[in-house]
């Protein structure tokens, strides 16, 4: 063994085991304060990378999930629009065959027809003003279309119904009128024919609410699905850094202890020239 004043190989061996314990310590520190065991890429560059890119799918589910219910939004209005004019097209009906009693006095048969008139009014009102965020489901002119995954590349498309007088679906027109009991009669068989057409809108409608619905719980559940894989790749496990904690605080104390027993071993050497 040799006894040297100018190197002192024990303080330099107890100093790089301390710096190695306190590098440990400062990162299970940044672990148990971020919660996280890859915090950055120079943690862990392969995991960081993966994490990140799984992040950015969770962006765009969250993008999807807002689109799905704005879509949501738009065909419940648009299926209580289309329950609306299916009510009013029932009421149509009463007054126009009450309307068509020949028996019927002129008082009677005007104020039929009046409030037939408000009613059909009423479904223009209600078609015109079944919007949401800048769609019209009823009016022909919108389709519902809402993205589905997280780069946008994929939709689901609602049809649009067109509700409005004289269309394809209520064949009732803003000239229809009950009057007279020959005009009651065609205005019945056009009420009829429209209540079934408003009827087969809405199970169309309402078969996109349901998938979109589906859609929508999907999203929900692969969303959650990668939140908890990045959680896997990169969160700490408090409970085991916790007493890497302690374990590394009583190494960096005897580390100190290490490295003072070191330093005074030099002043040993003045005990060979006593």
Do not use: Y
Request: proline residues 1%; negative net charge.
């Amino acid at each position: 063994m040799a006894f040297s004043v100018n190197t002192n190989a024990g303080a330099f061996a107890a100093l790089q085991n301390l710096n190695s314990t306190s590098s440990n310590l400062n990162t299970v520190q940044s672990r148990i304060n971020t919660g996280l065991k890859v915090a950055s890429a120079k943690d862990n560059a392969a995991v960081f990378s993966i994490a990140q890119k799984l992040r950015g799918d969770v962006s765009g589910l969250n993008a999807v999930k807002s689109s799905l219910d704005r879509a949501l939004s738009t065909i419940d209005v648009a299926v209580a629009a289309g329950e609306a004019v299916s009510d009013l097209l029932i009421e149509m009906k009463e007054k126009a065959v009450a309307a068509k009693d020949a028996g019927l006095d002129t008082a009677s048969r005007t104020a039929l027809n009046d409030e037939f008139t408000q009613l059909r009014a009423q479904i223009t009102s209600i078609v015109s003003n079944a919007e949401f965020n800048g769609t019209n489901a009823v009016d022909g002119s919108s389709s519902i279309v809402a993205i589905t995954n997280d780069d946008g590349s994929n939709t689901i498309s609602i049809p649009a119904q067109d509700l409005a007088l004289s269309g394809t679906t209520v064949t009732v027109s803003s000239a229809t009128a009950i009057d007279t009991a020959a005009n009651a009669s065609a205005a019945v068989d056009l009420i009829e024919a429209s209540i079934g057409n408003v009827n087969t809108s809405l199970s169309s409608l309402g078969a996109g609410a349901k998938r979109l619905e589906l859609q929508k719980d999907f999203v929900g559940k692969l969303s959650d699905t990668i939140e908890v894989g990045i959680g896997n790749l990169v969160d700490a496990d408090l409970a085991k850094e916790s007493a890497s904690l302690q374990a590394l605080q009583v190494k960096q104390q005897l580390g100190l202890q290490a490295l003072s027993i070191a330093n005074q071993a030099p002043s040993t050497v003045l005990g060979l020239f006593r």
